[in-house]
């Protein structure tokens, strides 16, 4: 059974920075995709980055692209999103997902294991 733990959100002035983890358990996962998904209040889940296990393809939502960046360490099991210039507009709370990277797409239809969550809240 996969387990997914995130941690590392809080609270953030305007232009700054955070940095997600998420530990991956269970299993191995070489044929997964994982990715980070974000829901506001009041809005729909949606898709921020993501990242294959194995060769490490990456994918991004256009809004984050050029400021955050989703890497892994393979030993630790764990997934990394580096959050820079944060604005008011990612406050969210922030959740790792896994899938298997045979389905080639990152809708989180695709994902089926999820964490529990993380709030990062950016103060204007």
């Known amino acids: 059974q996969v387990q997914l733990v995130e941690s590392g959100g809080g609270l953030v002035q305007a232009g700054g920075s955070l940095r997600l983890s998420c530990a991956a358990s269970g299993r191995s996962f070489s044929s997964y995709k994982l990715g980070w998904f974000r829901q506001a209040p009041g809005k729909d889940r949606e898709f921020v980055a993501g990242?294959?296990?194995?060769?490490?393809?990456?994918y991004y939502q256009d809004s984050v692209k050029d400021r955050f960046t989703i890497s892994r360490d393979n030993g630790k099991n764990t997934v990394y999103l580096q959050m820079n210039s944060l604005k008011p507009e990612d406050t969210a709370v922030y959740s790792c997902?896994?899938?298997?990277?045979?389905?080639?797409?990152?809708?989180?239809?695709?994902?089926?294991?999820w964490g529990q969550g993380t709030q990062v809240t950016v103060s204007s």
């Open positions: 997902a896994a899938g298997s990277a045979a389905w080639n797409s990152w809708s989180a239809n695709f994902f089926n294991s």
């Open positions: 990242i294959t296990w194995s060769g490490g393809r990456t």
